[in-house]
């Protein structure tokens, strides 16, 4: 199994500019997840989703961002238009099933908003 | 409003040594926890959990300790070794958050030696 597999790697955008970040879970995972890493917060959870259902948005931090699951091996997200705060690393991470175990973490999109 | 803490940005321990990583926590409802390993580019990794009704959980050189009562959680490695060198993200969680995993900012361990 290849993992959690998030693409691109690294994105440098000028502030305005609409970015998306993209994950494939891996194959039989129920449950998808999009974390932010910054320094002054660690990280933190933006959303999730079971079975493609967005479950909790509230990490959201604003309008900008938006995040979607239109089929279990693929999720996006976005965020328009880009500010020079949303720079950060962003994971996405799949689990098995409902329970606490199992999760998996992506290599991160690293997103610098210049 | 940070649920879980690590107070302790970053830690320095020499090889052989014992490396105590802390976390604390105030939501009552986490009934499991966990800690992630994290390497600079790569996602972290799972290393070690404990549930709520245990207070120990021990994995080779890695032991959790677990006081419910005091809402804090400790990793021990021993002995340390310079590979144990990266970032450690203690994580809680519970049935009423969908068991989503809810961080700590992290702290970095330096083990020198």
């Known amino acids: 199994d290849a993992g959690v597999i998030q693409s691109p790697r690294h994105e440098v955008t000028e502030m305005g500019q609409e970015v998306t970040l993209r994950c494939k879970p891996i194959?039989?995972?129920?449950?998808l997840f999009w974390y932010r890493q910054t320094m002054m917060r660690g990280l933190e959870l933006l959303i999730y989703?079971?079975?493609?259902?967005?479950?909790?948005d509230s990490g959201m931090p604003e309008d900008r961002f938006s995040a979607k699951m239109p089929n279990a091996s693929f999720s996006t997200l976005k965020i328009q238009p880009s500010e020079p705060r949303d720079s950060a690393v962003y994971f996405c991470?799949?689990?098995?099933?409902?329970?606490?175990?199992?999760?998996?973490f992506g290599s991160g999109t690293r997103l610098t908003v210049v | 409003d940070q649920q879980v803490k690590q107070n302790s940005p970053s830690l320095s321990v020499q090889e052989g040594r014992i490396s105590i990583l802390n976390c604390d926590y105030t939501n009552s409802m986490f009934d499991y926890f966990l800690w992630y390993k994290k390497y600079p580019a790569e996602g972290p990794t799972f290393l070690i959990s404990?549930?709520?009704?245990?207070d120990k959980n021990e994995d080779g050189r890695f032991t959790v300790f677990l006081n419910k009562s005091a809402k804090h959680l400790s990793l021990h490695i021993v002995p340390s070794q310079p590979g144990d060198s990266a970032v450690y993200f203690c994580a809680a969680t519970g049935a009423n958050s969908g068991y989503a995993l809810n961080f700590g900012k992290g702290t970095s361990l330096l083990v020198t030696p």
């Open positions: 989703f079971n079975n493609n259902v967005p479950i909790d």
């Open positions: 404990i549930s709520s009704i245990k």
């Open positions: 194959s039989g995972h129920n449950s």
């Open positions: 991470a799949s689990r098995p099933g409902q329970g606490a175990g199992g999760y998996t």
